[in-house]
């Protein structure tokens, strides 16, 4: 006992030592950001009996003067930082006598999170801190907090077995055994040692070779935010008959329970992220020998486990791989992982190789002081990037704890709940079917579930069965001399237009034109342009609309592939083009001049029918060859209908028509106004290239307003926002950026905010913007008799607030792809949460859903663009520049990264 004494209070030198690559690593990180608490380790153990107070305190301090921890500062020199380790300890530690209060224990942990997020300055210290509180003659509290740059985990198990014994041996009059530790000198010379061994160099092999190609780290957070300090934490708990159920399971598959703990945690990031090439951090304690296994110090290092997974796999396949992968890990645990990154070059970009850390806790922690049963409870280890999962098992009869320690700049309290919600569904899930796939695991609660499938997809709205053109015969009858249409100095009245219409579609019907059939169209953008377009509906058929100044090779493919039953054409376009063979008309040398009746008095009309195809429109993606999606009437009628009925346009409004025919919206610009009486304002395509004149054109023609992909609106109101105050603007096809949406609010209105691929039918989705929403533009909420899902990899849907596949169903839904059968198959599958026969499209986006019910469109999971809102694959870059006429102007590079990746910079 004396010896000890004398330990303590001996005035022997203060003694300096390098710091060890882990702690190098570890100081660089607080030079930053200096003087910060995110590095702190703490837990307090609860003491159920009498403490001898004073023997205790009496305890600590030799455990201060044994543990060299409790005497080390870091200080910085000309060579750098260096550990500065007192000789002797010598702090009065706390004892706090909280017996009085009406809540000891809450005063107490309030108290210790006080001193917890104190910022430490390394220099300064003290970096270990240790207090003891009463809260009752039989409850006591010791809480220890230590910086972790002198301690980790593990350590802090050794001091509190230490203290424990010497606390016994104090309270029994006996000597303690003799003190187990090793100093922190021999970490630094082992460290040393490892780093010029032979087997450095053969761990790094091992790591190199394992995390060759990883992908880039998974996160499950909503925002990308720099990390701020503090932790945030959400626990749970699992049921001991769980628990026990876990092992009995694991032991099944040959495997153990913190395998299969790995294994459901790397199932639920799977579920959450779709990650097949899952990678996640691992803390080990690194600690390889029984010399290092009495060290008090920070050895703690972390490894990568990189998983394949499938949604068909079940949890014991899992188990079997989680076992041999961790194993191999553990093998080369030694080799650190600041190295790792270096070596992977990730550095250099402040990259992780996972945002996602998961950690069991083996170590029991079943103290005893003086015979006085103790329950550990953990305050904190240390800073968090982004997510690690602690599973601690402490054998104390109350089944596992479950912590989600997260960053609080990333993560908000109640989406950690939700996670860990979750995480403990899919568990139950898998105890009662241990061999289901994880893919069919169920991670919704029914609530949530009849939320995002059914109650947010009550879209259903009774919507003529006739096509849109009756609807604007309809107009013609009610408003015959109101304008329809300007084009330049023309104007067009309801009765012309029909009545135009009308002789077109005899004069079609003549040729033998009707339902079933498609007309193509490669017309200038003036009234013969519109005339045809209802023509042909009048007709029953379909059209498919050409871009005239799209490049030629490009029209004979489309033609080519669409084989349609005639051209409308004018004799200026066909001279240039290639058309072989094909049946075609120049308006400008057939007027049709026949009587003005009404087609919808032919008998033609009982023969219409509405899943009969309304147009064609030829888009990209997937394949790199553009391929026909075929729409039908009852979506064209729907869409519209829906429109009309959210916009409300009215005989005063007037809309500017700017987009190129071959663009499935144009039928938006074209047709809406003809529904409500309102007037079609269609700018010459020369128009819609020079911002200026097209904002005369805006000014001069009274427009109300305009629909335009993100780049239109973009250079539009660059230089002529005040021009178009007044202005409704409707914007989509691409995402839209937080600056246009505030400067698309300036012009006076709410933004409306579409979104929807060809496949469904124009637009799928749609938002009006005001206030907060503009500064992360939504896409809103399906339109009418419109279905969303967002789906993960094995069709589940995935929670609200987490990202997955966006898939549409409904009225919308295309015919097919014209004449591809097996990529309509592809892409178009059965709907597995509607009535047989439904179908839902893959739209290749990535969405969430909001916690009202509103969409997030986060990007897409192919490597398809947009370039001024035609639809690019990476694939097909370079031929789409030449290709597509409203690339060709726009200021697109390609620009050729060293690894061989093209990324567009427009
Ligand atoms: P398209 O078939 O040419 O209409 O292209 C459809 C694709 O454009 C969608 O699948 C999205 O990737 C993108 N898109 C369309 N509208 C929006 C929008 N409002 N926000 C984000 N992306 C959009
Ligand atoms: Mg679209």
Not at 309 to 332: E, K
Request: charged share 20%.
């Amino acid at each position: 006992m004396d010896g000890l004494n004398e330990a303590t209070t001996s005035d022997s030198e203060t003694r300096f030592l390098p710091v060890t690559v882990a702690q190098r690593g570890m100081w660089v990180s607080s030079k930053i950001a200096p003087a910060d608490s995110v590095f702190n380790i703490a837990e307090y153990v609860e003491i159920h009996g009498a403490v001898d107070a004073p023997l205790f305190v009496e305890a600590l301090t030799r455990l201060a003067g044994e543990a060299e921890t409790a005497r080390t500062r870091i200080v910085e020199d000309d060579h750098g930082p260096r550990q500065m380790i007192a000789a002797a300890f010598d702090r009065a530690i706390p004892f706090i006598d909280l017996s009085a209060a009406t809540d000891p224990q809450g005063d107490a942990q309030a108290w210790m999170m006080a001193e917890l997020s104190r910022p430490v300055d390394l220099a300064r210290g003290p970096l270990w801190v240790a207090a003891l509180f009463k809260a009752a003659d039989d409850r006591y509290f010791w809480y220890h907090r230590c910086h972790h740059i002198v301690l980790d985990g593990f350590g802090g198990g050794l001091l509190a077995r230490r203290l424990a014994e010497l606390y016994s041996a104090l309270v029994e009059g006996r000597d303690p055994e003799p003190c187990p530790f090793g100093g922190f000198a021999t970490l630094v010379e082992s460290e040393a040692a490892y780093r010029a061994s032979p087997r450095f160099e053969k761990d790094r092999a091992y790591w190199r070779g394992q995390l060759a190609g990883i992908p880039e780290p998974i996160s499950l957070a909503k925002r990308r935010a720099t990390p701020t300090g503090g932790l945030l934490r959400a626990t749970a708990r699992l049921s001991p008959a769980s628990t026990a159920r876990l092992h009995e399971i694991a032991k099944g598959v040959s495997g153990t329970l913190p395998q299969i703990l790995i294994a459901l945690v790397a199932s639920y990031v799977y579920r959450l992220t779709g990650a097949e090439d899952l990678v996640f951090g691992m803390p080990v304690t690194a600690r390889t020998s029984g010399v290092m296994r009495r060290i008090p110090g920070m050895m703690a290092n972390a490894v990568a486990i990189r998983l394949h997974m499938a949604s068909d796999m079940t949890i014991g396949t899992l188990v079997g791989q989680v076992g041999r992968t961790v194993m191999q890990a553990l093998r080369h645990q030694q080799y650190r992982y600041e190295d790792l990154r270096r070596d992977l070059g990730l550095l250099r970009q402040d990259q992780q190789i996972s945002w996602v850390g998961v950690n069991i806790e083996p170590f029991d922690y079943d103290l005893r002081f003086a015979g006085l049963p103790s329950t550990a409870h953990n305050l904190s280890n240390g800073s968090v990037e982004d997510l690690t999962v602690f599973i601690y098992d402490r054998d104390d009869g109350q089944g596992l704890r479950i912590d989600f320690d997260a960053n609080p700049g990333l993560y908000t309290k109640a989406e950690l709940e939700d996670h860990q919600r979750r995480l403990v569904r899919l568990i139950e899930a898998v105890l009662a079917r241990p061999d289901q796939a994880i893919g069919e695991i169920d991670l919704l609660e029914a609530a949530e579930r009849h939320q995002v499938l059914t109650l947010w997809n009550q879209t259903d709205h009774a919507v003529p069965e006739r096509p849109w053109s009756d609807l604007f015969e309809a107009q013609a009858a009610a408003r015959p001399d109101a304008v329809a249409l300007v084009v330049g100095a023309d104007r067009f009245s309801y009765g012309a237009l029909n009545a135009a219409a009308n002789r077109m579609a005899f004069g079609l019907i003549a040729r033998g034109i009707g339902p079933g059939q498609l007309i193509a169209l490669a017309l200038p953008r003036d009234a013969h342009l519109l005339t045809a377009l209802i023509a042909i509906h009048k007709a029953g058929a379909a059209y498919l609309p050409l871009d005239p100044a799209a490049p030629p090779a490009r029209l004979a493919a489309t033609l080519e592939d669409a084989r349609p039953a005639l051209l409308l054409t004018t004799t200026a376009i066909a001279g240039g083009l290639p058309w072989h063979g094909l049946d075609s008309l120049c308006l400008d040398q057939t007027p049709f001049d026949g009587p003005a009746r009404n087609p919808t008095d032919d008998d033609r009309r009982g023969r219409r029918r509405t899943d009969d195809p309304a147009y064609v429109i030829y888009t990209s993606g997937s394949t790199g060859r553009p391929k026909g999606v075929v729409l039908h009437h009852r979506g064209l009628t729907n869409f519209l209908a829906a429109m009309q009925d959210h916009l409300g346009l009215t005989p005063d409004d007037r809309l500017v028509a700017v987009t190129t025919v071959a663009f499935d919206i144009a039928a938006l610009e074209l047709f809406l106004p003809l529904l409500a009486g309102a007037q079609v304002v269609l700018a010459a395509r020369d128009t819609v290239r020079d911002p200026a004149a097209l904002a005369g054109l805006i000014v001069e023609s009274g427009a109300t307003l305009m629909q335009a992909t993100p780049s239109l609106w973009r250079a539009l109101i660059a230089d002529h926002g005040t021009a178009l105050h007044g202005l409704r603007p409707l914007v989509g096809g691409e995402a839209l950026p937080a600056a246009l949406a505030h400067g698309l609010r300036q012009l006076g209105h709410q933004v409306t905010n579409l979104y929807g691929p060809t496949e469904t039918t124009i637009w799928s989705t749609l938002m009006e913007l005001d206030g907060a929403e503009l500064d992360h533009p939504p896409i809103g909420r399906p339109l009418w008799n419109t279905r969303i899902y967002v789906l993960d990899r094995g069709l589940q849907p995935a929670p609200i607030g987490v990202p997955g596949d966006l898939y549409i169903g409904g009225i919308g839904v295309a015919t097919g792809y014209l004449n591809r059968p097996r990529l309509t198959a592809e892409r178009f599958i059965a709907d597995p949460f509607g009535q047989p026969g439904d179908r839902l499209y893959r739209t290749g986006d990535i969405a969430r859903w909001r916690g009202d019910g509103v969409l997030e469109f986060l990007g897409r999971s192919d490597f398809q663009i947009k370039i001024r809102g035609f639809r690019v694959e990476a694939g097909e870059i370079e031929a789409a520049l030449t290709s597509l006429p409203t690339i060709a102007q726009a200021a697109v590079v390609l620009h050729e990264e060293p690894n061989g990746d093209k990324r567009l910079i427009a």
